[in-house]
């Protein structure tokens, strides 16, 4: 059974930045679209970054775009997120999540991807 594993999380000032990483076992990444999702306390999940297998095509939520960028590498089966100018309103669960799809896939909804990793945390003190 495939499964995904976030690490990279932790707690930032407003304005600083942080990578998450997301280390595949196996699960091959090259051979799939994956995203990153991220869930603040009573809120749903949310979309915040997709990319294509490889790598050719990215797309981001408008909360994110211009702060965050997703990122693979295929050789080391890990996907990443920079992210940088976090703020408060960014702290959440951050989720990895691999689907099942044509390569040129970006792919924006929670229900397209079979694949989640159990989340890592990152907190924004202002």
């Known amino acids: 059974q495939g499964q995904v594993v976030e690490s990279g999380g932790g707690l930032v000032q407003a304005g600083g930045s942080l990578r998450l990483s997301c280390a595949a076992s196996?699960?091959?990444?090259?051979?799939?679209?994956m995203g990153w999702f991220r869930q603040a306390p009573g809120k749903a999940r949310e979309f915040v970054a997709a990319?294509?297998?490889?790598?050719?095509?990215?797309t981001y939520s408008d909360s994110v775009s211009g702060r965050f960028t997703i990122s693979r590498d295929n050789a080391k089966n890990t996907l990443y997120l920079q992210m940088n100018s976090l703020q408060p309103e960014d702290t959440a669960v951050y989720y990895c999540?691999?689907?099942?799809?044509?390569?040129?896939?970006?792919?924006?909804?929670?229900?397209?991807?079979?694949?989640w990793g159990q989340g890592t945390q990152v907190t924004v003190s202002s």
């Open positions: 196996g699960l091959t990444v090259s051979t799939y679209p």
């Open positions: 990319i294509s297998r490889g790598g050719s095509r990215t």
């Open positions: 999540a691999a689907a099942a799809a044509p390569p040129f896939s970006v792919l924006t909804e929670r229900g397209q991807y079979p694949y």
